[in-house]
């Protein structure tokens, strides 16, 4: 019986050539979509799940009333790692470490620059990452010790021991290797190749054992680990209130538990509350990829209850010798998990070749595990619904036909699914009008925020990490880069002008006493603004010429519009107790986030809190010419480091990254969902026009234009395309307002973009249909009637 049915649905497949090959086609690209979706989704919901009590790790965060609004972030004061352990017992440990930075490490000759984190003993026995070597419970203890990677072992030590070697941190500081980690998995929040002890870091930087008692620097990630997943609303309970019990009392604030497994897919806030995150986008592509494998699964039913006519004979000769109706769904099932199989089979080889590209696309490293698990589920589910989705309805509808009614020609076979068909090819551009105006709404979001004024010059500005050696030789360094033909101009500030590292609260005479507003901070020296390129619209800039600088402060254009002084030059301003005087207001710079406006900003002159320098180069020179003479210069008066930099309009695309990979993979799935409606249409109006061969040849006959022909057949097609832009249009566009909500900043949704979508859906339509219904209109009638 089932070579049988293998026989006769390969009969049928080789038959009907055309249409065979859009139902597989069809089905392997819905396949292909949905399997490069779910890789992404699956890498993407996996994060951190290697490790055995994910669930039980929570990051301390705070929520502070202030800007009208509570707001919420993840850096905490250093006093907050000890009092954890003994704030409550379902606290079984805690742990402090630093938000990562790159390192110079020697052996030798060898010198590499690596990322790595500072943290204290007991990450690794909360964080429970693979060691090779070492155990996680004294591996950090001595000062001392470094714990690498085995892939950064492999790269400084070759093929010997690592164990007990001693690499040179930052030139300053000789640590021996303790312990020798697996590589860290790809879906880990943390991202490291080496850890250096938090003993270490207070024994090097003399502001964090400063701030061990300080409760006012929030400047720290804090980690805890409870005994029990569901003990975290007690323990929230109990340790909200630290702060304000340590004195933090100026504004209502308090720390709450942001669990790992929400790490993720779950990170922004608004007003206190969880609003979103990379969440949105997993919900989004899954919802697209069963869009697209319904839209699939959508064809091939059309196809074959379009097609039933050529079935309908053989299905009255088999219930006439005999065949029940439970056999031939059985049949028709078979054929379409047949299909489904061929489909499915085809998809995983494309979706192998396509990997590279989609790695690249995605910025990951996924693969086809063939031998998980997972793998195999996915392959079952995905050949079973296929086929079950595909393949059931015409099922049910070929099986229901009356033997003696089909076999005296009684039946007008198809024409009772002609509504149901026009339903799902509504559904089909339905689908596909909504992805389109996704599409093109996500990407006038994308062009808005690229187009956002910046206030400084990106171009030829660079960015070099700070340390010793540059800071020992930093006046010299800076005589000796602007003394060359490549360089304008060289200044030093706390971060670079891509980012936001440090915010305080600011007062102003005439600040209302309940109003606390928090000013991103830049602490930098000199010519900060004439490097960066920012305009000043009033006052001044610092001066080596006026010694009182070192006690005055630059506000932004934002920070002068809230504090509304009419005459802001000379204005003493309230930071830390001491009052500084307004010399000068700039341009709004955008620092931060894209989708956001600029906040209030200030800027004072600090030395001592740097940690990049900026250089502008020269316009006037070759861009390899001016790296090259900075270079040589870097490596006479930094020589223990590799000369390493950064493009500021390089970082700055960066915080575009995941809206711009949001926008291709939707605009790729669109146009692909596109595709397969388009080689549904296809052969429905193939099988339209073949339908329509004798009215057309009789309406030829009569006098009827190749023109009115072809509307004829078209309309049809027509009216469904409007009918669907008339359902799914509002819907997007609520779908759409939705989503971008979650922007700040964002653009309204204009009217042209539904009509010119539904322009795009109506003569990509048309020019389909019009193909099959010119080849019908210019047939010759005579070939149809004589079949009369």
């Not at 009969?11 to 890789?39: A, D, F, H, Q």
């Not at 192998?352 to 063939?370: A, G, H, I, R, T």
């Not at 832009?725 to 964002?746: M, Q, T």
């Amino acid at each position: 019986m089932l070579r049988n049915y293998l026989l006769i649905t390969i009969r049928n497949l080789i038959k009907n050539p055309i249409y065979s090959l859009i139902n597989i086609v069809g089905l392997s690209i819905g396949i292909i979509c949905c399997t490069l979706i779910l890789l992404w989704v699956h890498d993407e919901t996996s994060f951190d799940k290697f490790l055995n009590n994910y669930n039980r790790l929570h990051q301390v965060w705070v929520n502070a009333d202030y800007d009208g609004k509570i707001n919420s972030w993840n850096s905490v004061p250093l006093p907050t790692y000890e009092a954890m352990k003994t704030t409550d017992p379902d606290i079984v440990n805690s742990t402090v470490c630093d938000w990562g930075g790159n390192h110079l490490l020697t052996y030798g000759e060898k010198k590499i620059l690596k990322e790595g984190l500072f943290v204290s003993e007991e990450f690794l026995e909360m964080f429970d990452y693979p060691l090779i070597s070492g155990e996680a419970s004294s591996v950090l203890d001595d000062p001392k010790s470094i714990v690498i990677t085995e892939s950064l072992a492999k790269a400084i030590f070759g093929d010997e021991s690592p164990l007990d070697k001693v690499i040179r941190v930052d030139n300053e500081s000789d640590l021996r290797v303790t312990g020798i980690l697996k590589d860290i998995p790809k879906n880990s929040s943390f991202e490291f190749e080496y850890l250096l002890t938090w003993k270490l870091r207070e024994q090097v930087n003399e502001w964090v054992a400063e701030n061990r008692d300080s409760w006012g620097n929030y400047s720290f990630q804090v980690f805890i680990e409870l005994s029990e997943k569901d003990k975290k609303d007690k323990v929230e309970a109990n340790i909200k209130g630290l702060l304000t019990e340590n004195g933090q009392d100026d504004i209502d604030r308090e720390f709450f538990l942001h669990p790992m497994e929400k790490w993720r897919l779950y990170s922004s806030f608004e007003n206190g509350q969880l609003k979103g995150g990379r969440g949105d986008y997993v919900q989004l592509f899954s919802i697209i990829a069963l869009f697209v494998v319904i839209i699939a699964c959508i064809n091939f039913m059309n196809l074959s209850t379009a097609r039933s006519e050529r079935r309908a004979r053989e299905v009255g000769i088999r219930k006439s010798v005999g065949s029940t109706r439970a056999n031939l769904i059985q049949q028709f099932i078979g054929e379409s998990l047949f299909i489904s199989l061929m489909a499915y089979l085809i998809a995983i080889l494309s979706v192998q070749l396509l990997l590279p590209s989609y790695n690249q696309l995605v910025e990951k490293e996924l693969f086809l595990d063939y031998f998980s698990l997972e793998f195999l589920i996915f392959s079952l589910i995905a050949i079973v619904f296929t086929g079950l989705v595909s393949g059931s309805y015409p099922a049910f509808y070929l099986s229901s036909f009356e033997p003696v009614k089909v076999l005296k020609g009684k039946v007008k076979v198809g024409k009772g699914m002609t509504t149901p068909r026009k339903v799902l090819v509504t559904l089909q551009f339905g689908f596909s009008i909504f992805l389109i105006i996704g599409m093109i709404v996500i990407l006038k979001q994308i062009d808005m925020v690229k187009n956002r004024e910046l206030g400084y010059d990106q171009q030829n500005l660079i960015s070099i990490q700070y340390t010793d050696e540059i800071e020992q030789n930093y006046e010299t360094l800076k005589t000796e880069l602007e003394e060359t033909q490549y360089v304008e101009s060289v200044t030093r500030s706390n971060a670079p002008i891509t980012s936001i590292w440090s915010n305080n609260f600011l007062g102003w005479p005439g600040k209302p006493e309940d109003l606390r507003v928090i000013f991103t901070t830049v602490a930098t020296e000199y010519d900060y603004t004439k490097t960066m390129g920012i305009n000043l619209i009033m006052g001044r800039d610092f001066s080596r010429d006026i010694k009182t600088d070192t006690s005055a402060i630059i506000i932004n254009k934002a920070a002068l519009d809230l504090m509304k002084l009419e005459d802001p030059i000379g204005t003493e301003l309230d930071l830390w107790d001491n009052k500084r005087t307004l010399i000068g207001v700039m341009d709004d710079v955008l620092m931060g986030s894209p989708y956001r406006e600029v906040k209030p900003m200030f800027m004072i002159i600090d030395p001592n809190w740097v940690s990049v320098v900026t250089v502008r180069l020269s316009k006037h020179k070759e861009l390899p010419q001016s790296i090259t003479a900075v270079e040589e210069i870097f490596k006479k008066h930094n020589p223990a480091y590799p000369f390493e930099y950064d493009f500021a309009d390089v970082q700055f695309q960066k915080k575009f990254s995941t809206i711009e990979m949001t926008s291709n993979l939707a605009s790729i799935f669109a146009i692909l969902a596109l595709v397969i409606t388009g080689l549904g249409l296809f052969g429905l109006a193939s099988f339209t026009a073949e339908q329509r061969t004798k009215e057309i040849g009789i309406r030829k006959v009569l006098g009827a234009s190749v023109s009115s022909l072809v509307g004829m057949i078209s309309k049809d097609f027509s009216i469904l395309v409007v009918t669907a832009f008339a359902i799914f249009a509002p819907l997007a566009g609520w779908g759409l307002n939705v989503y971008l909500d979650r922007y700040p900043l964002r653009i309204p949704i204009e009217w042209w973009i539904y009509p010119l979508t539904g322009m795009i859906a109506l003569v990509f339509a048309l020019l389909i249909v019009s193909t099959q219904a010119l080849k019908a209109a210019y047939a010759d009638p005579v070939k149809s009637l004589k079949n009369e």
